[in-house]
């Protein structure tokens, strides 16, 4: 991309640069946010006469909070502008660390932000449906209509994979057209262009059937992560309806290709190979594929995907963890949501290079329960956890670690096959028959669930020291399990 522009006139501004141009002066003027009192919306923000009492200025804040701020300022919500000015005030006046106090309301308010533009920019990634025009050189066009203003944060991806094109993605909000390299914003159509069938479209529905996999159907957070409204401008939509309702039938042609055990043997089911104890595939395959087709047990029903475990293939320290939770589990990585950038803290206090660590959980799918419009964390059952315990003893088989660090009482019994506190597994010597040095420490969830400040800092800190004592392990060489014990 040679750069980006817009087309003067009419376009709507950037919701962040509406933002940090009141900010600025409001900065300057040393208007605190009570003081300030934002009015506007996504294409307009006017700041109190009161902000004119000094000249806009450049804040100083942390690249991290700058880039939270710029993706926040695109959310729909009206009442973001002072959450974002009470961060931005904070971190102006030396919190340079305040994101990490994500216990915090506004910080917590903050992150949702963030996160919720981040999964729209997804969205529109992968919803955004293009079509030919009959022009020469031929254009294609695509409208849009996100949840938040983000063409401007998307537009660069459809930049990098269609260089070559010239194309045009029109949204309520905006337009951006591509040409030559060159990316320029414009108005937003004043009528949404009809949709229409062409002879790629007719081919991207063949093929979309063909790879569409009954087995991994969940038609519930299907409809929740590519909504309805949506599928008006996506040629694939007529074909859903036909497909989900023969999934069952599909499924059950495939679960009778699989050889499956004699019930009567009553094999534990740990013992039998992958292929053989419900998971389609063989032992070859690689470990998330593996995972998407496991069916030891049922969280695979409501899971988006198996999340496997990430790291080197020879790292000196893996931490297991509980299982994937709603982040993990949308993204197939594992502590990649609040847990995992509060354990990623924890590892830097405790000078540990994350990207030397293995991580991954007890539990390979995600175990959640409705709450309105958010999935909730439920705990694994003890035979969900034993249904994952030979993926846990593959992982440790292949990566062979020194040390083992448990983060959790899930975990904890995953590791030892027997139940133990926390509390107690702290102050005793453990080890795992791999010859691994096992610790136990509380799950970064449970600094951010305790219920007051001095408990989360009191976990937080319990979980810090156990990071340095298994740095410190795991620096000395391996222990056999009779040493251990």
Partial sequence: MTGSRDAGGLVPADPFDAFRAVARRLLAASITPEEADFAGDQQ?????????????????????????????????????????????????????????????????????????????????????????????????????????????RAAPFFVSRFAALRWTIATPQLTAHHDDGALLFAPPPPVPPSAHDDAVETLWRTYYASIFNPARLNDKLMRREM???????????????????????????????????????????????????????????????????????????????????????????????EQPGDEE?????????????????????????????YVTNAVKHFKWEPRGKRRIHKTPAQREVEACHAWLDEEIARVRPRVLVALGATALVAVLERKMSIRDARSAALGHPSGARVFATYHPSAALRAPTHELREQTYRMLVEDLRAAREAAGRGPTSEGDAR
């Fill in 227 to 321: 909504p309805v409204r949506y599928w008006a401008r996506m040629p694939e939509a007529p074909l859903i309806p036909a497909l989900v309702a023969n999934a069952r039938e599909r499924t059950a042609r495939m679960i009778d290709r699989v050889v499956q055990p004699d019930a009567g043997l009553r094999v534990p089911l740990r013992a039998l190979p992958m292929h053989e104890a419900g998971g389609f595939g063989k032992e070859d395959m690689p470990l998330k594929a593996r995972l998407d087709a496991c069916r030891r047990c049922d969280l695979w029903r409501n899971a988006t995907q198996g999340v496997a475990g990430r790291g080197p293939a020879r790292a000196k320290i893996m931490l297991v963890g």
């Fill in 44 to 152: 307009a923000l006017f700041p109190t006469p009161t902000a004119d009492r000094g000249t806009a200025q450049h804040a100083a804040v942390p690249r991290a909070v700058h880039q939270a701020l710029a993706a926040a300022a695109c959310h729909a919500d009206p009442a973001r502008y002072p959450v974002l000015y009470r961060v931005l005030w904070r971190a102006a006046h030396g919190e340079h660390d305040v994101l990490d106090a994500v216990t915090d309301d506004d910080v917590a308010r903050l992150r949702r932000y963030v996160s919720d533009v981040r999964r729209e920019c997804h969205r529109m990634h992968a919803f955004v449906r293009f079509q030919e025009t009959a022009t020469e050189p031929p254009r294609y066009v695509a409208y849009f209509e996100p949840t938040h203003d983000v063409l401007r």
């Fill in 329 to 357: 589990d949308l993204a197939g990585e594992p502590f990649v949501g609040p847990a995992g950038r509060l354990l990623a803290k924890a590892l830097d206090e405790a000078r540990i290079d994350p990207a030397r660590v």
